[in-house]
């Protein structure tokens, strides 16, 4: 089958036969698309042979033919957005329905054909009902897979991100909607009629145009102008050749050339649905390890001494380096009280042929002023991760996992236990108390509102699906716990943020619809506002990741780093994200110098200081008020 590049290659060259079978190829994604905007099969029609005739007339300005769907995508979704500032039609809002006449539709839209016939507007106005649920990004998704019949992989090229996160938006809108609800937009969807003549339709009106031929650049010298300059050139050539002799070392094909990379650090607002996902963006850098714990070993860029930061003068550069960790670890917790840095629990590395305990108990202070490290009273329970949060100057270990390494037959393999045990830690006597433990034994994220602390979500290995979308709540006053609403999604190794009063829970791994199948990645941002005990979406992260951070600076969220797994590699991101609850918005900002993931950060003095993530035992600073 040929190609879209090889298609417009034959259209150029004035065979409108290649674009009807271009039309053919990408009509339903289309129509779909555009129905989706619009909400109108008729209008959808219409607007759907525009896209294609003005793809059609300005086919020879699209300079990479290769991505003519996404190309595609976007001439449609104008069209759409003028249709609706020029229409928009007084209605009502499905959102007045009343969810009682989803829940009955939904259970009873198998009716007897005689009342189907009857019924069809209406079963339109329930799907379009349900679909209005979900957030765009699953909507758009759900209406290209079932109504433009378009595959994952199809519906990546076409809106140009990647099928990881499309697998995980469908999956997400499958899981908001019951299954007899998703059967039944599944079913109405797939029972509308795609227009016959669509093509026809197209092709005749093409055959009164013709693409817009490409403009044609001039020669920028004359002949003779250029003439001129190239025996200048070789003058100055000829009078410079003895100092390039003396300088220039003669060119070897074995020199391993040395990049240089410039750096411009501009904000760029990020439209998720109408961008590719930051791994296909240029621009960005994205380490790539085939082995998780071989991203320990990972060669790093070198930062900039404090002694070269000051000659510099102040607030010149972003990144400075800080002295290292006492103990390589991975899997710990980090926590701040009165300015120290608390590093507590992990894992740690036995030496070859070592088996047993690899969970830590060891805490360890670090000073940001003398930039120095401590040895403080070692965590009862050793665990790995273990959250931390901070009320009243008092630091809370809750939950983590038990893990070893145990001897078998052909090497060594693991055993882990959850655990629900809570245990505080009181900086100014350096002593540690055991607390009531947790309802459910899991690895979870902490953070506090108002006092209380917030166990989101988690790990638990027992579990059929071991993601968790449980919220319980800790109150150190009274030593007792209580749930909140769950999440919409289950999720681990996520990272939570908290502004205004208001929980961000920010991507992670997820459970997938099969249990056979690897982790999802997610990218989805859900708020939770304790007062109302309630759950709602924000705008994606630009692509899905787990085992990031998230620091709260002024009011906005900066997600740092994360890994994803594709095409059976992990990558691990240098990324620096910051969202924006007023806005909802995110902001894309220059990358870290190398990737990291497990890492830990914590924020002093405006500054964002982020402990591990490779190498181990590493410590870097990132000022976001410096310039790279």
């Not at 790990?459 to 319980?472: A, G, Y």
């Not at 095409?567 to 620096?576: G, N, Q, W």
């Amino acid at each position: 089958m040929e190609t879209d590049a090889q298609l417009i290659h034959r259209i150029l060259s004035g065979d409108d036969d290649a674009f009807d079978t271009l039309v053919r190829r990408h009509q339903r994604g289309v129509h779909a698309l555009v129905w989706r905007k619009v909400s109108d099969f008729h209008y959808a029609e219409e607007i759907t042979q525009d896209a294609f005739l003005q793809a059609y007339k300005k086919l020879s300005t699209l300079k990479n033919p290769h991505q003519f769907a996404g190309w595609l995508y976007v001439i449609a979704n104008r069209l759409c957005i003028n249709w609706l500032q020029r229409h928009k039609p007084a209605m009502q809002s499905l959102e007045d329905t009343p969810v009682e006449e989803i829940e009955e539709s939904s259970y009873n839209h198998h009716a007897t054909e005689q009342r189907e016939a009857e019924g069809t507007e209406h079963r339109y106005e329930i799907a379009e009902k349900l679909l209005s649920k979900l957030p765009e990004s699953e909507r758009t998704v759900m209406t290209l897979h079932y109504l433009g019949e378009m595959t994952a992989k199809e519906i990546s090229k076409f809106l140009g991100v990647s099928i990881n996160t499309i697998t995980n938006r469908l999956w997400r809108a499958r899981k908001r909607l019951r299954e007899d609800q998703e059967l039944m937009v599944q079913e109405v969807l797939g029972s509308v009629p795609f227009p016959i003549n669509l093509t026809e339709n197209i092709m005749r009106q093409v055959a009164d145009l013709k693409p817009t031929p490409a403009p044609v650049a001039k020669p920028l010298l004359p002949w003779g102008a250029f003439g001129v300059a190239t025996l200048l050139f070789a003058m100055l050539l000829g009078a410079s050749h003895q100092y390039l002799a003396r300088f220039q070392k003669p060119y070897s094909f074995e020199a391993v050339a040395e990049p240089t990379v410039e750096i411009v650090d501009t904000a760029i607002l990020l439209d998720i649905d109408s961008k590719p996902d930051v791994r296909n963006q240029g621009g960005r850098s994205v380490s790539t390890n085939k082995n998780i714990g071989a991203g320990l070993q990972s060669a790093e860029t070198p930062l900039v001494s404090d002694t070269q930061r000051n000659s510099l003068g102040p607030a010149t550069l972003q990144w400075t380096r800080k002295t290292d960790m006492p103990t390589a670890r991975t899997g710990f917790a980090t926590s701040v009280v009165n300015g120290k840095v608390f590093v507590i629990g992990g894992n740690i590395q036995l030496k070859r042929g070592e088996f047993g305990d690899i969970s830590a108990s060891t805490v360890e202070m670090y000073d940001p002023e003398t930039d120095t490290w401590e040895q403080k009273a070692n965590m009862p329970t050793a665990r790995s991760g273990v959250s931390v949060s901070v009320v009243d100057g008092k630091i809370y270990a809750i939950g983590g996992t038990n893990l070893k390494t145990i001897q078998v037959p052909r090497g060594y393999s693991s055993e882990s236990e959850e655990l629900a045990t809570v245990e505080m830690y009181d900086p100014v006597t350096d002593t540690w108390t055991q607390k009531a433990d947790m309802p459910i034994p899991k690895k979870t994220m902490t953070c506090v509102v108002n006092g209380k602390i917030y166990a989101i979500g988690g790990w638990l290995t027992t579990n059929e699906k071991p993601h968790l979308e449980t919220v319980e709540v800790y109150d150190p006053a009274t030593d007792t716990w209580t749930t909140a609403e769950n999440m919409n999604c289950a999720r681990c190794s996520a990272a939570i943020g908290v502004v205004n009063g208001k929980i961000y829970a920010i991507g992670g791994l997820g459970s997938p619809p099969i249990q056979e199948q690897s982790d999802l990645y997610l990218s989805n941002v859900e708020v939770f506002n304790p007062k109302t005990n309630q759950w709602q979406e924000g705008t994606e992260m630009p692509a899905p990741k787990a085992l990031h951070t998230a620091s709260v600076i002024d009011g906005k969220i900066y997600v740092i780093g994360g890994y994803f797994k594709e095409d059976m590699e992990f990558k691990k991101l240098a990324t620096i994200e910051i969202y924006d609850p007023t806005t909802d918005r995110w902001i894309q900002k220059p990358d870290m110098p190398i990737g990291k993931w497990g890492h830990k950060t914590e924020v002093i003095d405006g500054q964002i200081y982020i402990f591990g993530g490779g190498p181990a035992t590493s410590v870097q600073v990132y000022d976001p008020r410096g310039t790279p």
